[in-house]
């Protein structure tokens, strides 16, 4: 490749990076605009300048997903010698080549989870524990490390900084670390924190260590610097030596994992500690439409987590959706039913992606995808039905059914099993494992909750059901629709994104309480809508269950986002066209999505043929009782009510129908269009 193709077809700002061969240089480079292109031409123009010698560079990201991103390029670009690595791959490598040289001994053996260790410290303390909180610990364990505090400072550090272990104290905390660095110590291994801690251990103590590390690497570049902990930064410090050859890019806006021990001021201070930071902003988005692109700039507006203003660079698109449905079930139906349409037409299922806050939130979204026959697959989890505590608790909810037989309280009999998992119907306040699993039993209450409207008292019939959806969602498939939280979704892009769930209490989450964790919130949802390129659909849901309260709101982050009057709010169509804003029988304005739906007051009366409605009903329980299904399943009460308003005459008309799309069409139509025609 010839030196000035290096430099052909970046934009002026991507071309300043890679131009900018000494450092020090700070890049913020929004999302989509092309980060990874700018600073892997800057490496490559300083080889091919002979700037920099390929060996002497160390490119440094977080994921080993990325760092195979940046050799691959690097090799395209002729400069196949420079050294791509994730910190901790940097460190162990160091780690390995001079432990033994100066220790005289192997180097301790690195444990690939902490949990079997953690319990051993927990057992010596006499400390109850579960498999979810030894989750919890040692993930507290690793922010304590990264973020430079010792099992002595512990107690002291963590209230300050707001840190909660769900059922356990600072004190005790403190306690069990202490007792995890004993064992761990005894038993001849070292964690992945430890790679770090020994690397800079050898370097601030080892003149000769660390003055051949330097001779090996001159010049420097680390990715995603917003994420950089402070062990993190020590290390790198150590690896510089004083000196400055250093480039960082990251974007403070997409700052999620400060929870993990992140922190962007190390990014934002960047021209602070070095004295001629050349500093460039990289604002051209190459990825979304610039309806994406308003929405992302509007979300950070006026924030403290407004980074750079992104500048569309992709032709007009459509617009950005923002939907309310009355539950779960049917923002869940909803999507599928679009998911379903998206792949009729054409866009590959691998070019679409679900996203949602926590890992629970997946199984509605599984169920309405499995249901249309759209394969999907899970990034960052296990399916729903495939977690531990899921699989545990309907094993203990079919011994229950055996032992006492079909109860007279469905809820109470799911409940008062589920409460010997750790079940409560508040949530722990505390983020994490404990938090994680409570959802997941949280889920199959809400379920429970659903299925006893039209089964009650029949709990074998429930488990009996939660076993077909299990089944149901275990088809092995290559390739999918994509289900993530927002967080695994970080680095990601696809054609199509949907962000759901996006409600108070979701988003921001509940134990987000402080002015700092709310802001990380906005900016995790900031992630999300960044990741679609064409379309982006943005919803949420008002009860969590068929038939509930609808109480939820949306979320505060879509203040100024979504439109506030009621005639330009975007919300899924009745029959075809724009739901009706205006009762139809009093004339009154309409409050709720679900009088929206059906287009007039819930106090007014009903303008579909009741008579008709109540033989839906009774041949909706009918197939839904020989599928073993619950009702809403089949037809939801407001897609019945539609259907005996507008009186469908034909598959066509059918379709129309808000609820119901092909596959219900297929299933259903034939029944239900002669039981129109018959009455």
């Not at 989870?113 to 507290?140: C, F, N, P, T, Y």
């Not at 469905?410 to 494992?433: F, N, Q, Y």
């Not at 009154?588 to 007039?600: D, F, M, Y």
Request: charged letters at 25%.
């Amino acid at each position: 490749m010839l030196r000035r193709d290096l430099l052909d077809g970046l934009d002026p700002e991507q071309r300043r990076v890679a131009e900018a061969l000494r450092g020090p240089v700070q890049v913020l480079a929004g999302a989509g605009t092309g980060k990874t292109r700018a600073i892997t031409h800057r490496i490559a123009h300083g080889v091919a300048e002979g700037v920099y010698q390929p060996t002497e560079v160390l490119a440094v990201t977080f994921t080993t997903r990325a760092a195979g991103e940046m050799r691959t390029r690097l090799r395209d670009l002729g400069a196949p010698g420079v050294q791509a690595r994730t910190f901790h791959a940097a460190a162990l490598r160091q780690l390995r080549y001079f432990w033994p040289a100066i220790h005289g001994t192997e180097l301790p053996q690195l444990t690939e989870s902490k949990l079997g260790l953690m319990a051993q410290a927990v057992r010596r303390l006499r400390i109850g524990s579960d498999q979810g909180m030894l989750r919890d610990l040692a993930s507290e364990i690793e922010w304590a490390k990264v973020s430079n505090v010792s099992p002595d400072d512990y107690a002291t550090v963590a209230p300050r900084r707001g840190r909660e272990v769900n059922g356990a104290d600072a004190t005790t905390v403190a306690h069990v670390y202490g007792s995890y660095e004993e064992v761990k110590r005894g038993a001849g291994r070292m964690d992945m924190e430890d790679v770090l801690l020994l690397t800079a251990g050898l370097l601030a103590e080892d003149e000769r260590v660390a003055a051949q590390v330097r001779r090996q690497y001159k010049f420097f570049v680390v990715d995603e610097f917003q994420d950089v902990s402070p062990l993190q930064s020590t290390l790198l410090d150590l690896w510089l030596g004083g000196r400055d050859e250093i480039c960082v890019v990251g974007d403070p806006a997409q700052t999620i994992y400060s929870f993990a021990g992140a922190d962007a001021d190390f990014l934002r201070r960047f021209p602070q500690r070095f004295e001629g930071t050349t500093k460039v902003e990289l604002v051209r988005n190459y990825r979304s439409t610039p309806e994406v692109v308003a929405a992302a700039n509007g979300l950070l507006a006026g924030t403290s987590s407004r980074g750079v203003d992104l500048r569309a660079q992709r032709p007009s698109g459509a617009s950005v959706r923002y939907l309310e449905y009355d539950d779960e079930v049917a923002e869940a139906e909803a999507v599928a039913a679009e998911i379903a349409k998206l792949v009729a037409d054409g866009t590959p299922v691998s070019e679409i992606a679900v996203l949602f806050r926590i890992n629970a939130q997946s199984e509605a979204f599984e169920d309405a995808l499995a249901a249309r026959n759209v394969p999907y697959v899970i990034r960052g989890a296990a399916r729903f039905f495939d977690r531990q505590e899921v699989r545990q608790a309907i094993t203990l909810l079919r011994g229950t059914a055996r032992a006492e037989g079909d109860p007279d309280d469905l809820v109470g009999a799911v409940t008062g099993t589920l409460a010997g998992l750790g079940w409560s119907p508040e949530p722990p306040t505390a983020r994490g494992a404990a938090r994680d699993r409570w959802e997941s039993l949280q889920a199959l209450v809400s379920q429970a909750e659903a299925y006893a409207v039209d089964h009650p008292g029949r709990l074998g019939d429930f488990v009996d059901d939660l076993d077909r959806r299990a089944s149901e969602q275990h088809a092995p498939v290559a390739g999918g629709v994509t289900l993530a939280t927002m967080h695994a979704a970080k680095g990601l892009e696809w054609d199509a994104v949907f962000v759901c769930g996006v409600q108070e209490g979701s988003l921001p989450i509940t134990f987000a309480k402080t002015p700092t964790e709310i802001e990380e919130e906005r900016r995790l949802l900031y992630v999300g809508l960044t990741r679609a390129r064409l379309h982006l659909r943005v919803s949420w849901a008002a009860a969590r269950n068929p038939g509930q309260r609808r109480s939820r709101k949306p979320s505060r982050f879509l203040d100024g986002l979504r439109p506030e009057s009621s005639s330009s709010f975007n919300r899924p169509s009745v029959t075809g066209v724009r739901r009706a804003q205006h009762c139809r029988t009093c004339g009154k304005p309409l409050s709720s999505a679900g009088e929206r739906k059906t287009g007039r007051c819930d106090g007014c009366p009903a303008a579909y043929d009741e008579a008709l409605f109540d033989r839906l009903k009774e041949w909706r329980l009918e197939r839904a009782s020989e599928a073993k299904v619950p009702a809403y399943v089949v037809f939801t009460d407001k897609t019945l009510e539609l259907i005996a308003e507008h009186r469908p005459d034909g598959p066509g008309a059918l379709l129309r129908i808000a609820g119901i799309g092909a596959k219900k069409a297929e299933q259903y139509g034939e029944d239900v269009l002669a039981i129109v025609s018959g009455s």
